[in-house]
């Protein structure tokens, strides 16, 4: 295999384990939870590290290391690790790095599974975290304490699709000597790297635009290798793994990831222009749009804007119920990132768990909608939230 560095689409889909004697064009699956060894010497020294191969599927198949060299490629990683599901991925790797006592800076916006793990499950071992706000990331250098470890952010946020300054946050934790880990799921690889504006470490729900057809869970770890060792130690003994069959499926939707990230986008900002002048809506945000508040930060550090859309409707939470009630084409889920366009109500699903005041420090409204905009014709999705705007 070519070894120099390709086009981000070459890498995504020439990056293959080697072909057995059967010389396959594609990738076959590794359906094995075990792998032989020829003698009790190769045996011990592959237990021993001394050999690099795969021992078991909880530690590492083919499948799976193709997907994470992938990732690891596409981001400018050195190493990674792949989970059964993003919020796996997020949680092995906190508990991988963290000691009793540690202290974690987050930015407030985060995933609600990620909030309950900072306020609800962490602080049984005496892991505490602070939160800055989206709009005052210079403002979180005052939050560092003696024991923290780790600045985490989410960026763009979910559900609120705001930026935060991926440069600037690195620059705080080099100069206190403390990791930054990016959540970099609403953007994709192909659409912005952390490692290249000074992540440690960039994790990503590969269940959402890396799959992008809504069939299976997913989670990847990337960045610098000492800190994945620790991740695969973590991971190795209490078994968060990726399936082989579930890695084969994401690392083959790898392969169109550009061309659909690319529609995904075009779309978006579309149906962003056309809502920003519906008088049925009070606000939208979307990172490409002139209007979002961290429109420049954007442009800075995205190739595109991503495919979410983030607007409220008038009418408070009976207007948001009203529009939902209404929508013909789009799905009502919970997920994102697939071929298909998906509404969601976050003040009632997704980050339901936080209180009232949580919601209104991230920006959630009862009438705010997180639009995951899809493949179909731009015309046919712009048809179908018209309709339920202008019937709400």
């Known amino acids: 295999m070519n070894k120099e560095r390709q086009h981000f689409e070459t890498e995504a889909i020439r990056t293959q384990t080697e072909k057995t004697q059967f010389l396959e064009h594609s990738t076959p699956m590794y359906l094995t939870s075990g792998f032989v060894f020829e003698d009790a010497e190769e045996m011990r020294a592959a237990f021993a590290e001394e050999k690099n191969r795969n021992l078991y599927s909880r530690f590492s198949n083919p499948n799976t290391s193709e997907f994470v060299d992938k990732i690891c490629k596409l981001e400018g990683a050195e190493d990674g690790y792949a989970f059964a599901t993003g919020m796996a991925a ?94 970099n799921c609403f953007a994709t690889p192909y659409i912005q790297k952390p490692i290249e504006f000074g992540a440690d470490l960039v994790i990503h729900s590969a269940t959402k635009l890396i799959d992008g057809q809504g069939r299976v869970l997913g989670g990847v770890t990337v960045g610098k290798k000492e800190l994945i060792r620790e991740i695969y130690l973590f991971s190795r003994n209490t078994g968060p793994a990726l399936s082989p069959f579930n890695a084969w499926v994401l690392s083959k939707s790898l392969e169109t990831l550009a061309v659909r990230v690319d529609r995904h986008c075009e779309n978006a900002l579309k149906l962003a222009e056309f809502l920003a002048s519906h008088p049925r809506i009070n606000w939208v945000k979307y990172p490409f749009l002139k209007s979002h508040p961290q429109y420049e930060v954007a442009k800075k550090q995205m190739k595109l804007g991503g495919n979410i859309v983030a607007f409220e409707v008038k009418g408070g939470i009976n207007g948001g119920r009203q529009f939902f009630n209404n929508i013909k084409m789009c799905s009502l889920s919970a997920n994102l990132g697939d071929t298909r366009t998906i509404v969601t109500h976050p003040a009632s699903t997704t980050h339901s768990k936080l209180s009232d005041e949580d919601k209104a420090a991230v920006g959630i409204t009862n009438g705010m909608v997180r639009c995951s905009v899809g493949l179909e014709h731009i015309d046919d999705i712009i048809a179908d939230l018209q309709q339920a705007l202008e019937n709400s």
């Open 90 to 183: 997020v949680f092995s790797t906190f508990a991988a790095l963290l000691d009793a006592g540690d202290h974690i800076v987050s930015a407030r916006s985060v995933f609600g599974s990620t909030h309950s793990l900072f306020t609800k499950y962490f602080p049984k071992w005496n892991i505490e975290t602070s939160y800055f706000n989206i709009d005052e990331v210079d403002k979180a250098e005052r939050l560092i304490q003696s024991n923290t470890k780790i600045i985490y952010a989410e960026s763009p946020t979910n559900p609120g699709v705001d930026v935060l300054d991926l440069e600037m946050l690195a620059s705080i934790a080099k100069k206190h000597g403390v990791l930054l880990i990016i959540d």
